[in-house]
């Protein structure tokens, strides 16, 4: 991705009741999908409003959750009770996850230019840039953020509320300098970020005692911890015959890793023409029937990320493998060593080996 022209930050928002189910595999987070489709909604919103500013990618993060379960061992949704039917049988109740969040999300715009009109999207123009994010924000309010009501912020000292926009310097060392002083307003707070090389990664060590292995396998294996008996680092007898269990793939500083929804693909080679499936959402665009693609995420501190790229999200598409997908530009710091312990190194995957469809 390239380096976008600004970014517009709504910051700690407050959402009531949104969806806590991200797909069919996960939940405790609304899928990232959510968040590009509010952004193209906002876009289209901001339009309508003559603001001339184009959404290109979305950053989020997440600095409160609260999802609504019941507390212990087995956690269960808390579900409504709906009204009775019409000769007084008791209605089916529809499982449904909510949850409160506090979030900000970041995005990447750029200004929608007429021929022969001065640039607008440029430093100096301070007034037109908080016209815009007041805007932005106003509109934003009215609207459905993956599920959940936006309400209004409480005015917090030392903590910046209101929406705002800022340029991107075109030189690479401002635009670091720039990010430094940014990130420190996310803080505290978590940013989801896309890990599609731990996915390779699990991949290549399940293969070397299951040879038949899938990615599939290796997203379900990351899922979860596999607690084992670990060995002294020397293999001396353990004292006392008492052996510690827990999970080689997961030791101390490895980061919050999660399963994560990431796009769709397509079920079929070709998309129906427009107007020829019953009841589609839109009879004027094809249609096409997809599934959940899965791929990993980390939540990441804000303090880092090193640049705008390693926190935004962009959707990309396709055609030929019918492949729907939201990527990111997060890449860790190598680690010491040369990749030769059983675990791939950046040079061993393929993004395009790094996600699974079922």
């Keep these: 991705m390239t380096q976008p022209q600004a970014i517009l930050v709504l910051p700690h928002l407050r959402i009531q009741s949104a969806n806590a189910i991200a797909s069919p595999l996960t939940h405790g987070f609304p899928s990232i999908t959510a968040f590009t489709g509010l952004m193209w909604a906002l876009e289209r919103k901001l339009t309508q409003a003559e603001v001339p500013l184009r959404l290109q990618a979305v950053g989020v993060v997440c600095h409160h959750h609260q999802e609504q379960v019941t507390q212990g061992y087995v956690r269960s949704f808390n579900l409504t009770r709906n009204p009775v039917d019409k000769d007084g049988s008791t209605a089916a109740i529809v499982e449904e996850g909510r949850m409160h969040l506090q979030i900000t999300l970041v995005l990447a715009v750029s200004e929608k230019r007429k021929p022969g009109t001065p640039a607008a999207l440029v430093q100096g123009n301070d007034a037109q840039q908080a016209d815009w994010a007041q805007i932005a924000g106003d509109t934003l309010a009215g609207m459905r953020v993956a599920g959940g009501s936006v309400l209004p912020s409480r005015p917090v000292p030392g903590k910046r509320v209101r929406p705002w926009m800022a340029i991107v310097p075109d ?5 670091a300098a720039e990010f430094r002083q940014w990130r420190r307003q996310w803080l505290p707070g978590f940013a989801l970020v896309g890990r599609d090389e731990l996915l390779a990664q699990r991949l290549q060590h399940l293969r070397t005692t299951q040879p038949d292995a899938t ?17 002294s680092a020397d293999d001396r007898p353990v004292p006392d015959g008492k052996v510690a269990w827990g999970d080689p793939l997961r030791p101390k500083g490895s980061g919050w890793v999660v399963p994560i929804p990431v796009g769709y693909a397509a079920l079929a080679p070709q998309a129906h023409p427009a107007g020829t499936v019953r009841n589609a959402r839109d009879a004027n665009v094809p249609l096409r029937f997809v599934e959940s693609v899965y791929s990993l995420g980390e939540w990441v501190s804000p303090h880092r990320l090193h640049s705008l790229t390693e926190l935004l999200w962009q959707a990309e598409t396709d055609e030929a493998q019918g492949l729907y997908r939201c990527c990111n530009g997060y890449r860790p710091s190598p680690p010491p060593g040369d990749g030769s312990n059983g675990t791939a190194t950046s040079a061993d995957w393929d993004d395009a080996d790094a996600y699974d469809y079922t």
């Design 171 to 175: 030189d690479p060392e401002a635009a």
């Design 215 to 231: 990615l599939l396998d290796a997203w379900l294996h990351t899922a979860r911890f596999n607690h084992q008996p670990l060995s």
